[in-house]
């Protein structure tokens, strides 16, 4: 209503009701556990003097039941609340990894990671597997992190960027 000018209203036509926590955790674990999201690339970012795209970011993108897009930042809130954001993180990853592969992709993708998945030891061993054992992917991966997020734990996060290079990957610091 307020952009369509002061003492307007704007009624809906559909009614989309809110959902509860319980419904939330649902779809989320449902979403997550059948990799059921996929990942936009956006925001490019070109080479000044070729025009090429160096780097795409990857978002996660998730639908309800009825195929409506989801809201990706409850999305992820929960799944961090959860403790499923390991398991999404992974499973960005593996996504960017088939998109690397499958699409011949030649720039870098940057993957944003939660620092509840960099202090999982299983994740750890799994990430270091498939940066050491996949050179291509330890190339063109980049992973992402807020200052903010590494203000907030800067010893954890010195430790895995220290990791992330000795296998061979690469890290972004976003928004510094």
Known sequence: ARLIGPNRFYLREQENTARDMAAWKKLVFHCIDQASYSLAYRDPIHDCSSGLIIMEEAFVQAQDENDQAIATAPFISIAEKYAKIVDLDKGAIGKAAQHIHGKGVQHAIAVNLSTRSIKNPEFLNWLEKLLK??????????????????????DCHVDFFYNVHQWGGRLMIKRF
């Open 133 to 154: 054992g996949n050179p291509v992917v330890s190339k063109q991966l980049i992973f992402s992190f807020s200052a903010y997020a590494i203000a907030k734990d800067a």
